[in-house]
Nanobody, 124 residues
Framework: QVQLVESGGGLVQAGGSLRLSCAAS????????VGWFRQAPGKEREFVAS????????YYADSVKGRFTISRDNAKNTVYLRMNPLKPDDTAVYYCAATTSEILTTSQTRYNYWGQGTQVTVSS
């Protein structure tokens, strides 16, 4: 199976930046999609960004477009999410997820592997 571990969260002021990492281990695969989702307390989990593993095609939620950048390093089996500048509304637990499908899907049900999340807190 595939295990995903997020890291890089923390406490920053509005206007600051963070880079989250999602490291994959276990079985390897040549294609698929990795997505980032986030969930604030009392709110539903929402899509943030996604990237295909082989072609590096990307898609972003409108709320983060122009501020967040998703990228991947195939050799390191790692996907990154650069967040700059951060806003207080970005405060949430951020999760990475993976699917073997290469369709840049935003549907949570299509992602069958999930990490445990990393906390991002942005102060005003």
């Amino acid at each position: 199976q595939v295990q995903l571990v997020e890291s890089g969260g923390g406490l920053v002021q509005a206007g600051g930046s963070l880079r989250l990492s999602c490291a994959a281990s276990g079985r390897t695969f040549n294609s698929g999609t990795v997505g980032w989702f986030r969930q604030a307390p009392g709110k539903e989990r929402e899509f943030v960004a996604s990237i295909t593993w082989s072609g590096a095609s990307t898609y972003y939620a409108d709320s983060v477009k122009g501020r967040f950048t998703i990228s991947r390093d195939n050799a390191k089996n790692t996907v990154y999410l650069r967040m700059n500048p951060l806003k207080p509304d970005d405060t949430a637990v951020y999760y990475c997820a993976a699917t073997t499908s290469e369709i840049l899907t935003t549907s949570q049900t299509r992602y069958n592997y999930w990490g445990q999340g990393t906390q991002v807190t942005v102060s005003s």
